[in-house]
């Protein structure tokens, strides 16, 4: 059973272009969870989704990020017109799904993203 | 709000226990996990508590006081390859994980 797969794991993009991250879940895993985190920092969380729906992203800044789950096909999170404090380790888990007890979350390689 | 607090970095010597600490304040409250993370790699599942007492897996423990809003790790027979960030996160009432900055530990031959 393969487990949480991101990519790539590097991206490098200048300012202003566009950055695409990819995550595909776990298998029978129908919840999918995008942080960011900085050097020296602790994981941020950005967005919930399950397929084809957005469940929280309280933590997604307002301007210039998006994510999706298609129905197919795995979850991206998009970064437009990147700047260089978008430089970081963005990681992606999965959890089978959720409900009244624990549900681990495990977590993909990361993509590291560094802005120029 | 919701805080996790945990210490910035701990140092021990290999051989031996450590123990790090986290508190935790939540809205609500469904559970306590700890991750191991190294440097440049993902999160990697430790424990997860949800009722009081002492959790054993091998030289790792963990530990959860519910009316405190307390958890630690407790880690024996240190190795080198411990070295690592471990981050505590507390699963709130609307199920989603509420992560603290991760604890550094240095372990010194």
């Known amino acids: 059973n393969a487990g949480v797969m991101q990519n790539p794991r590097h991206l490098v993009r200048r300012r202003g272009q566009e950055a695409r991250l990819r995550c595909s879940p776990m298998k029978g895993h129908s919840h999918v969870y995008w942080y960011r985190q900085l050097p020296e920092e602790g994981l941020k969380f950005m967005v919930y989704?399950?397929?084809?729906?957005?469940?929280?992203e309280s933590g997604m800044p307002k301007e210039r990020f998006s994510a999706e789950f298609p129905k197919e096909g795995p979850s991206i999170l998009r970064i437009q017109q990147v700047v260089r404090g978008d430089s970081a380790a963005y990681f992606c888990?999965?959890?089978?799904?959720?409900?009244?007890?624990?549900?681990?979350?495990?977590f993909g390689p990361g993509t590291r993203l560094l802005v120029l | 709000g919701q805080n996790i607090d945990q210490p910035t970095e701990m140092t021990a010597t290999e051989g031996a226990i450590v123990q790090i600490n986290c508190t935790y304040q939540?809205?609500?409250?469904?559970?306590l996990f700890w991750y191991q993370q190294h440097a440049g790699e993902a999160p990697t599942f430790l424990s997860y508590?949800?009722l009081d007492g002492l959790e054993e897996k091998g030289r790792f423990s963990s530990f959860l006081s519910r009316s405190k809003g307390y958890s630690y790790l407790l880690l024996k027979e240190l190795q080198m390859k411990d070295s690592a960030s471990y981050l505590c996160?507390?699963?709130?009432?609307?199920?989603?994980?509420?992560w603290g900055a991760g604890t550094k530990l240095i372990i010194k031959p």
């Open positions: 996160a507390a699963l709130d009432s609307n199920y989603q994980l509420i």
């Open positions: 939540t809205s609500g409250f469904n559970g």
């Open positions: 508590n949800v």
């Open positions: 888990a999965s959890s089978p799904q959720q409900g009244k007890y624990q549900e681990t979350q495990y």
């Open positions: 989704l399950q397929k084809e729906n957005i469940i929280d």
